[in-house]
């Protein structure tokens, strides 16, 4: 099993930043990517961004240029930066791990998720 637990949401102002980051624990081999979704209310839950282990970034394109992933293999830790924040961006965000290789995915684990809400 994978246990990954979130921090960092919170209540901001348009234009803002926030950070959230994630923390891996338990069965951590074979992990494919690491990354975050976002579900906002009345919507479906959508990638926001992801990477592998060979730094390999996959963005929404609606956060590519405000958004950066990073991950820390040795750690077993991924962060989302968020800068210049939109109301549109309020959602819970969650944390998520696939397993796998190629294209090839074994398994999927997510965190409990942490609300992010901007104010304009």
């Known amino acids: 099993q994978v246990q990954l637990v979130e921090s960092g949401g919170g209540l901001v102002q348009r234009g803002e930043s926030l950070r959230l980051s994630c923390a891996a624990s338990?069965?951590?081999?074979?992990?494919?990517?690491m990354g975050w979704y976002r579900r906002a209310p009345g919507k479906q839950r959508e990638l926001v961004a992801s990477?592998?282990?060979?730094?390999?970034?996959n963005y929404a394109d609606s956060v590519k240029g405000r958004f950066t992933v990073s991950r820390d293999n040795a750690k077993n830790t991924v962060s989302l930066q968020m800068n210049s924040l939109r109301p549109e961006d309020t959602a819970v965000y969650y944390c998520?791990?696939?397993?796998?290789?190629?294209?090839?995915?074994?398994?999927?684990?997510w965190g409990q998720g942490t609300q992010v809400t901007v104010s304009s």
């Open positions: 990477v592998t282990g060979e730094g390999i970034t």
């Open positions: 338990g069965s951590l081999f074979n992990i494919h990517s």
């Open positions: 998520n791990l696939k397993k796998g290789s190629g294209s090839y995915v074994s398994g999927e684990y």
